[in-house]
């Protein structure tokens, strides 16, 4: 099982970026799918979490307004769509996998994980 994170760079303040995650080696049906991040020195952090069934999403107090989530079932992707980042935004982002279908802010009920995708805003 394998969730591949990509789409990280460098983009000035104000800008936008795109990542995805794509899932392989299983069907996640019923998985809820989340992104979440760590800046250099501090915890990792929930952004956003999407579940299976309705698409219900959530998001971090901190991103709402600026970040949106969305999955592709059929795909077995999950995307962020990261616009106005702020330098603040600066950090490992990962995405994650969770069987039991709902969305917590917990990353250590996630099951599986990807490898991270660096996002660096410059002020």
């Known amino acids: 099982v394998q969730l591949q994170a990509s789409g990280g760079g460098l983009v000035q303040a104000g800008g936008s970026l795109r990542l995805s995650c794509a899932a392989s080696g299983r069907s996640f049906s019923g998985y809820t799918m989340a992104w979440f991040r760590q800046a250099p020195g501090k915890e990792r952090e929930f952004v956003a979490g999407?579940?299976?069934?309705?698409?219900?999403?959530y998001y971090a107090d901190s991103v709402k307004g600026r970040f949106t989530i969305a999955r592709d079932n059929f795909k077995n992707t999950v995307r962020l769509q990261m616009n106005s980042l702020e330098p603040e935004d600066t950090a490992v982002y990962y995405c994650?996998?969770?069987?039991?279908?709902?969305?917590?802010?917990?990353?250590?009920?996630?099951?599986?994980w990807g490898q991270g995708t660096e996002v660096t805003v410059s002020s």
């Open positions: 994650a996998a969770d069987e039991s279908g709902w969305v917590t802010q917990n990353s250590a009920e996630y099951d599986y």
């Open positions: 999407i579940t299976w069934s309705y698409g219900s999403v």
